[in-house]
């Protein structure tokens, strides 16, 4: 089993920035987990954000947020992390964290097995 909870969350204005934390605990080893960052604004899906492979050396982003948001992941204190830059209103949703048994960072929520309570991001315009 593992627990993942979200912190980081709050309101910002537009252009400004925001660093999301999820800290896992449980059985698992942090290291055997790939990593993922997914969202959901109200009355919307669940989407992918960004994955991180086991080592950190493989990241994936969805479209809407590369070149704005970085993930990354301390494997000593097991914590993945969201480094979001250029905020923008669009992007306010409900950020979740979730964790699978796979080292290939992939966009499909059916991989991921275990998943956070979230955290609210707002962004004001």
């Known amino acids: 089993q593992v627990q993942l909870i979200e912190s980081g969350g709050g309101l910002v204005q537009a252009g400004g920035s925001l660093r999301l934390s999820c800290a896992a605990s449980g059985r698992a080893s942090f290291s055997s987990l790939t990593m993922a960052w997914f969202r959901q604004a109200p009355g919307k899906e669940r989407e992918f954000g960004a994955a991180i492979s086991r080592s950190g050396g493989n990241t994936n982003y969805a479209d809407s947020v590369k070149g704005r948001f970085t993930i990354s992941r301390d494997n000593a204190k097991n914590t993945v992390y969201l480094q979001m830059n250029g905020l923008k209103p669009e992007d306010t949703a409900v950020y979740y964290c979730?964790?699978?048994?796979?080292?290939?960072?992939?966009?499909?929520?059916?991989?991921?097995?275990?998943w956070g309570q979230g955290t609210q991001v707002t962004v004001s315009s």
């Open positions: 979730a964790a699978a048994y796979t080292d290939s960072p992939a966009p499909m929520r059916s991989l991921y097995a275990y």
